[in-house]
């Protein structure tokens, strides 16, 4: 069975740039950088990680999954730091990649494997490189920068989307969510924070509301008032006061649209939310 010194040894490193591989010390794997153009007299570089799970070398399968990724970024003594300080990442710098059961390792033979076509090494490593690099390539990477830029506008779209949906769910319920459009997603979720005061009851035709909820329900109705007394008043609007001139029927319109106001319009603008946040994550990171 193969070693993580014979797995690293495969790449033949240093070469091509690439530092001398870095083994895990507590896994299966190895790192190596390589050396980018300075930005503002600052070092950047690219981090690339080659590694097998625990989970996966504990499989009976003797071809192991290499989980592999690709980061850039100013040059620390730790690595390197993906977000620099005082410098805006750009659509043409090198991207940053994670690359999933694609490459294979056989732990016995050390063989490796591109999805079902046997490949060097070597091979993984310069697929790996053109993959990191391809914004930077003028015409290759024409495409992706478009695709890139055409991104940008979508989750430019989608976050404005997402506030004014945050700031809906407020009108209506009181209800603070946060403002991080990730907050919603199934891997940051975050519990949604009421005020006080919409957790309070008011008591309207014996059924029981939000405070916060009656407040703006009775504020909406009033402002709908105000624009027809302002603009529509001459119009012959019996049909809409009809219904107010009798208590029962007042009821039967306040009750069933304040339940809608109160607990049906909060869970959609919420569901809502979170498929814009999902959506958002999908064109982030696919």
Known sequence: MKSPQDFAESFGLPQGGFTAPSLFADGFGFSTLKDRAAINSRPFASLYKFYITDEELNSGDNLKNIKISASYGEKIPEGISLTPNGIKRRLNWPRDIFIDREYFYNILNGEFTHKTKAISASEVLRKVEDAHTL????????????????????????????????????TVSGAQAERNIFSLSSSFKNEIEMPPFA??????????????????????????????????????????????QSAFLTASYVIPTLVFFERILPKLIRSSMEYTSKAYIYVAFH
């Open 135 to 170: 914004p930077t390539k003028s015409v290759v990477g024409l495409p992706f920068l478009l695709q890139q830029l055409f991104n940008a506008g979508i989750l430019g779209i989608l976050n404005l989307l997402y506030l004014v949906e945050r700031f809906a769910l407020w």
């Open 199 to 244: 957790k309070r009851e008011i008591d309207i035709f014996g059924y029981k509301a939000s405070a916060w909820s009656v407040v703006v329900y009775s504020a909406t109705h009033a402002a709908a008032y105000i624009f027809w007394y302002f603009f529509f008043r001459d119009a012959d609007v019996s049909f809409l006061t009809t219904p107010f």
